[in-house]
């Protein structure tokens, strides 16, 4: 069971990306699967999540920039950044649980249990 993140990079402030969470050992589809930030000296965050029939939560923070979705064809989900500010710079982290977030999802770490490795976001202003 693998997660690979990936997409992360350097923009201006009113820029885009998207981050792309690569799910190999297992069907993304049967899992929930949060996205997840951390800053320096600042304790991680949870950004988005998704559960296994698709309803979708965000951060305050976020909401209205950011859409997370999910293409089982491609076993990966996506997490489109756009309008970023200065202060979404963070580590990115995608992880999936296959537990009991059928309908909801969480936005707190202890409830995933596989992790990817980061992806770094830096916005500019």
């Known amino acids: 069971v693998q997660l690979q993140a990936s997409g992360g990079g350097s923009v201006q402030a009113g820029g885009s990306l998207r981050l792309s969470c690569a799910a190999s050992?297992?069907?993304?589809?049967?899992?929930?699967i949060g996205w997840f930030r951390q800053a320096p000296g600042k304790e991680r965050e949870g950004v988005s999540c998704?559960?296994?029939?698709?309803?979708?939560a965000y951060a305050d923070s976020v909401k209205g920039r950011f859409t997370i979705s999910r293409d089982n064809a491609q076993n990966t989900v996506y997490l489109q950044m756009n309008s970023l500010k200065p202060e979404d710079t963070a580590v990115y982290y995608c992880?999936?649980?296959?537990?009991?977030?059928?309908?909801?999802?969480?936005?707190?770490?202890?409830?995933?249990?596989?992790w990817g490795q980061g992806t770094l976001v830096t916005v500019s202003s």
């Open positions: 992880a999936a649980d296959q537990g009991s977030q059928r309908y909801y999802c969480s936005r707190y770490g202890r409830s995933y249990t596989y």
């Open positions: 050992g297992f069907t993304l589809d049967d899992y929930a």
């Open positions: 998704m559960s296994i029939i698709g309803s979708t």
